[in-house]
C-alpha cells in the first residue's frame, strides 16, 4: 500500500488506485496520513471536517467513515494492520517508503549531508514525488495552513536545488524553468535572484537587468516595497559586470544553429510527472557516452506530441547547437528523405545519394554538438534507426504508438491519459475560470466523459470557448448517448473518431475484430474468457496488441476500455459485422458468463441449491476450465465480474436473448444478496422481467418477480413483497414450475413471519418443503427447517424447534454450503440462550462469525455480532457486550440492514436502561422507528414493551 498527499490524496496497492470514497472520508484520510504513525484524536478529526460547528451525530459519521476507509484498505478483520483504533482516536501505520511526504523530508534531508552534484541529484528527486499542490481535492480549513506549511518546504527545497545546479554551472539549463517558477511565486524573491544569475552567466545580461526591473515594477505596484538589499546588489553587479558573477562561459555554437520546433500554442496540463521523467532521460552530463533517447508512447490523442514539444522547448537551453523536427507520420516519411531536410537544415552543401552515406554525412555534422533530434510520430525502429546521432552530446526525443523495438523500458515513457486535477487544469484553461467555477460539477463529469484524453478534452474546450451562450451541462447531456458522443467530440480538423481511426487502422484483423466485438458487449472491462468466447478462439495475442495499442488499459489481470474507446468500437462493430455476426458473439459471451457464473454459485453453494436454474444453452468451450478461470474464491470471481454482469444483462436484453438475460440476472443473487448490491439487484431484475415479459416468457417473468420479491425481503420492504410473491406464485403455476413455487412459497412465509402471522408462515414452510425435497435443493430445504425451527423456538417450543435446527445443520455441512451453516449455528445460538446454556450459546456464535467472516457475508456478520453480544449479556460481560454491539451497529447502518439495526439498538438501549443511562429511550425510539418503519410486528412490539419501562 502507498500513500501520496503530494498533489491529490491517492492510496495505491500495488499499482491499484483506491477509491477513497467523499469528500468527508478524505478529509478524515488526509488528518491521519498528516500524522501518520500517530494518533489522530477523534475531535481533531470532527474539527477538520466541519470546522467550530460539527452536527450532533459527528461522532458517529467519523467512525463510519473510518470503518468505510478500512474496508477501502482491505484491513476489515480485527487486528487491524495498518488504520488502528487508540484511544484518544486513529492512527494509520505506514511502514518506510509508503508515504511520499516522508520520503521527500528523508531526501530533502540526505540532500544536506551530500556533495553538491549528489544533493542536487536527491533533491530533484524529491521535488520529483509533488504532483501538484498537496492534498489538493481535500477541503478543510483546519488542513490548509498545514498545506501551506508543506508548500514551503516544497519551495524551500526547489530553492536549494537551483542554488546548487547554478553553482555547479547549470545556468543555461535553469533559464525556462526558473521563468516558470518566478511567473508562479511571483514574491519569491530568491526565485528571482536565481533567475538574474542563470540569465547573465548565459551572456545575456540585458535579459537579466530586465528581470530584476519587472520584479521591482511589479513589488511597488502591488506591495509599495523595494527588493531588499540582497537582490539590489546583484542588480549592481549585473550592471557593472562584476567578476564574482563569472560562471562557466557560454557555449561556442556552430553556424547554422536549426531550431526547427514547432510553436508551443496552449499551455501543457496534468504532465509534471511526465516532464520530469522527459528532462532527466535527456539531461545527462556533455560527457561522450551513449545517446539519451526518450521515447513517449501512447495511443493516438493521448497527447504525446504536445508533451514532446514542450519538453523541446524547455530543453532548449541545453541543447544550445539546435534542435531538428520531422513529423514521420507514423512510418509513411522515407527515412533517407529526412536526412536530407537534416542535412540541409545543418548547413550541407551536397547531399549524398545514398542513404548509408547521408547517415555517416549526418553523425559526422552532428557529432560533438549540443543537439535535439525529436522524431514525432514514429513508426517502427527501422524508420528510427537511420535518424539517430552517434552519440552524446546530442539527445533523441521520440513519439509512436507503440515503443519501437530495439529500445529498452529504461528510455520509455508510456503515457497515459490525464488524471482528475489535469483534465480539469486543461478544460479549465479552454472554457476560462468564471465559466468553470460556476459549473464545477458539470465540469468534473465532462472531464470523465473525456476519459482524460487531451485531445477530447480540447475539442470539448473548443466546442465550448466557441458557444459562450452553452452551459458546461449542455455538452455533457449531449456526451451522455454513446450513439453520438464521437459525433460530439470534432471540431474543425479535430476529431477523437479519427484519432482512433488512426489506431484501429494499424492493428492485426484479430486485434481489430476482438476490439469491434468488445464494443458489442458495452462492457468497461474485459479479461481473458470473455475476449475468448467474442472470437471464439485464442484471444490472448489480440488482447495483447489492443494493449499495446493503448486501446486497452490493463488492470491486474482484467483489461479496462473507456467509452470513448467504446463507443468507436461499437460503431465499426455495426459497420463491419453482420447482423448474425453480432447476434452469435453477444450469445457466446452470455452463454460463457451464464455457465461460469452458475459454476460459481455452485461452488459457493455446493450445489446448485436455493438457485431457479434457467436454459442458458450448451456449455460453450473456454480457453481454460471454468474452476481455473474462476479461481479459488468464486465469489470474489463474481464480484470482480460485476461490471461485465451488468454489461451482459443489458445487452441479452437489447438483443432479445431474453433466457440468457434472465438466467444470468439470477445467478447474481448470490453476489448481490451476499455483499448487499440492492441497487444492482433491482436493476438487472426489472431489466431481465421487461425481457421476459417482451418476449412472453412466462417462466421467466415468474423467476424474475420472484428475484425482486427476495430483494424486497432482503430490504424489509415487506408490505411490497407480498403482491409480488403472489404474483410470482400465479407465474409459477401457469407454468407448472414446482422448484420456482417451493422457493416463493419460502419468501411468502417470511413476509408472514415478520407481520406476525406465524401459524400462517409456518403452513408455508410446511407447503413448501415437500417441494424442495422433490427439486433436490438441499440448500433451500435446510433454509426451510432453519425459520420452521426459529417459530418454534419463539412459541415456546423448544423440544420440536432444536431438532429442525440440527437436521438443517447437519444438511448444510453435508452439502458444504458455509452461509447456511452459519444461519443454523445462528438460530443454535439463540436456542442455548432460551436454555440457559449461555456458554454454549456463545461457541455457537463464534463459530458462525468465523464463517460469515471467511466468506465475506457481511449482512450475516452484523446478525451474528448481535448474538454474541446477547450471548455475553448473558454471561455477564456487560462492557464487551457494548463494544460488539457498537461494531454491529456500525456494519449494520453501513450496509442499511435495518432490522437487524433495530434489533441492536433495542439490545443497547435495554443494557443502558439497566445502567440508568438516559440515552436509552434514544436507542429504543429509534428502535422502534425501525420495526415500525418495516412493518416488523413483533419486533415493533418488544420495543414499545421496553419504551414504556422508561417512561
Known sequence: MRFKILGPLLVEDEGEELHLGGSLQRVVMAMLLLEANRVVPLERMIEAAWGENPPGTARNQVQIRI???????????????????????????????RLDLAEFDELVARAGGEQPVQAARTLRAALALWRGPALSDVDSD???????????????AHEQCLELELGLGRHLQLVGELRRLTQAHPLRERMHQHLMLALYRSGRQAEALDAYRAYREMLLDTLGLEPGDELRRLELAVLNQDSELDGPAPLVRAVPVPRQLPPMISTLSGRDEEMVRVAGMLTGEPAPGPLPVAAIVGRAGVGKTELAVHAAH???????D????????????????????FLRALGAGTIPRSAEERGALFRSTVAGRRLLVLLDNAGSFEQVWPLLPGGAPCGVLVTCRERPVGLTEHWVVRLEVLDDVGALTLLTGDVGEARAAAEPAALRRLAVQCGGMPLALRIAGARLARRPHWT????????????TMLDVLSHGDLEVRASLEVSYRGLSVRARTLLRRIGLTDSPQMTGWLAGALLDADATAALDELADASLLTRRGERHVIHDLVRAFAGERALVEETGDQRLAALDRACSTFFHLSERAHERFYGGHFTLLRGKGGSPPSTPAPADEIIGADPLAWLDGERATLLALVRQSAAHGLDELCWSIAMTAITLFETHGYFDEWRAVSELALRACRESGNIRGEGAMVYSLSSLAVFQQRYGEAHPMLTRALELFDQVGETHGRALALRNMAMVERMRGESEAARGRYEQALPLLRAAGDRAAEAHALVNLGVIHLERGSLDEGGPMLEEALSIFRMEGVPRGEAQALN????????????QRALSAFEAAAVIVREVRDRIGEAYVLQ????????????????GTLSTALDLAERLGERLIAGRIRLNLGLLMMEDGDRSAADHLEEAYALFEEIGAEPWRAKAAAALARTR
Not at 438460530?827 to 449461555?838: F, Q, T, V
Open 67 to 97: 470503518s468505510q476507509l478500512r474496508r477501502v484498505l482491505r484491513d476489515t478483520a480485527p487486528p487491524y494492520q495498518t488504520l488502528i483504533t487508540r484511544p484518544p482516536g486513529y492512527l494509520v501505520k505506514v511502514g518506510p517508503g
Open 142 to 156: 483546519l488542513i490548509r495552513p498545514v498545506v501551506h506549511d508543506l508548500e514551503e518546504r516544497r519551495l524551500l
Open 314 to 320: 524547455e530543453l532548449a537551453a541545453h541543447y544550445p
Open 322 to 341: 539546435g534542435q531538428l523536427y520531422v513529423d514521420l507520420r507514423g512510418g509513411q516519411n522515407d527515412p533517407a528523405d529526412v536526412l536530407s531536410m
Open 472 to 483: 458546461v451541462e449542455t455538452l455533457v447531456g449531449m456526451l451522455s448517448d454513446s450513439r
Open 827 to 838: 438460530s443454535i445460538g439463540r436456542l442455548a440462550l432460551l436454555r440457559g446454556e449461555n
Open 867 to 882: 448474538g454474541i453480544a446477547e450471548a455475553r449479556i448473558a454471561l455477564g460481560q456487560a462492557e464487551e457486550a457494548k
